[in-house]
């Protein structure tokens, strides 16, 4: 069973991936989207080819979503949009890339998808979207995109987006639409079946200040329903992080000091106001963060980002960091708190 966490391409999402153990790369896939930004999207693709090739280890399958970005010629005298442009950069970088494909997509963009295959010989993640007014792809469909794509159902990953849970008792409905879409596009024989949802807030916006806030991991609690229920293997388990399924807008302003800390059932989410000059703030969280009972017994053994929360604590750091740091030290918790979780569910769900 593996983990394939779907994470913003941003600066602190590749630091956690460059940063995770061997233990815990070799249980996770991990999807990246590009996030619609202002620059030229051709200096975008080159940023993410850049920093893939610092933070992802050489055999790494990288599965990329170009799907936020504009479908449209990306260098002038030259075919192709963000999908071909990307290929050829991260191959150039020695990355291997798997590209994001949906139903949905041109032919333009399905024959990019083809083509990145041939040059990468990493198949093709089909991204299907899960819930209550949702349209469900038909065979036909299904078939076309195979087609179009130049490959078999073997050589693609199937995962089903199930996008925000919604809270209370709207949960039973989508996990009954995921189950439903899950039994239909089992009729093929993906290459990896994947569940993924997301409970995290939008933002921090009108979180406590100075203490922690629990924020329940309904995303889990979705795929635990859909796992115990299914008749197969269980899917493997997809969120979107520690942050919310959509795409974020353009942020403005600096963040108050903040982490956005895993547990085994929630997130403890620490929102700290500006007193002290700069981020220093950040060190009272961490301090409180470490001392709480959230703190793992394994402390600054757990990940790559606890080692930095308990520098941080014990004020072995000269700075507390700022957001991209934030952000990169509660991903590296979270994929580490992730795999373990899957390690230790995986022989239960086979009784």
Same mark, same amino acid.
């Given at each position: ?18 940063? !995770?153990? =061997? ?10 989207? /590009?996030?619609? &930004? $202002? %620059?030229? +999207? ?92 949702? !349209?469900? =792809? ?10 179009? /794509?130049?490959? &078999? $159902? %073997?050589? +693609? ?113 620490? +929102? ?80």
């Amino acid at each position: 069973m593996a983990y394939v966490p779907i994470l913003k391409a941003k600066a602190g999402e590749f630091q956690a991936l460059e940063h !995770a153990t =061997p233990e815990v790369r070799s249980h996770m896939r991990p999807v990246l989207e /590009l996030v619609p &930004d $202002p %620059e030229l +999207v051709r200096d975008q693709l080159e940023t993410f080819s850049d920093r893939a090739m610092d933070a992802i280890p050489t055999g790494v399958v990288l599965t990329v979503d170009c799907g936020a970005l504009p479908a449209t010629q990306v260098l002038d005298g030259a075919s192709g949009g963000p999908i071909a442009r990307l290929s050829e950069s991260l191959g150039l970088r020695g990355v291997e890339m798997c590209p994001v494909v949906r139903t949905t997509d041109t032919d333009d963009v399905l024959h990019e998808a083809a083509d990145t295959n041939s040059g990468h010989q990493r198949g093709a993640c089909l991204r299907v979207a899960a819930g209550p007014g949702q !349209a469900v =792809p038909d065979e036909e469909q299904i078939q076309a995109t195979l087609r179009t /794509l130049r490959l &078999d $159902p %073997e050589e +693609v990953d199937l995962l089903i987006d199930a996008g925000p849970v919604p809270p209370g008792s709207a949960m039973s409905g989508l996990a009954e639409c995921v189950m439903n879409l899950l039994d239909l596009l089992s009729q093929w024989q993906w290459r990896h079946e994947c569940v993924a949802a997301g409970a995290f807030p939008a933002n921090l916006t009108g979180f406590p200040r100075g203490r922690a806030t629990p924020v329940a991991r309904q995303d889990l609690e979705l795929w635990k329903r859909v796992a115990k229920q299914w008749h197969g293997q269980p899917p493997d388990f997809g969120d979107f992080g520690v942050t919310h399924p959509r795409m974020p807008t353009q942020s403005r302003g600096t963040p108050d000091p903040n982490m956005r800390y895993t547990t085994p059932d929630d997130w403890q989410v620490f +929102v700290y106001p500006r007193v002290r000059p700069g981020n220093d703030d950040f060190f009272t969280l961490s301090r409180d963060l470490v001392s709480s009972p959230h703190w793992p017994a394994t402390g600054p053994r757990t990940s790559w980002g606890d080692a930095r929360l308990h520098e941080c604590a014990n004020r072995l750091r000269l700075k507390a960091g700022g957001g991209t740091q934030w952000r990169a030290w509660a991903t590296s918790h979270h994929l580490a708190m992730v795999t373990a979780e899957l390690a230790a569910w995986a022989p239960m769900s086979n009784r």
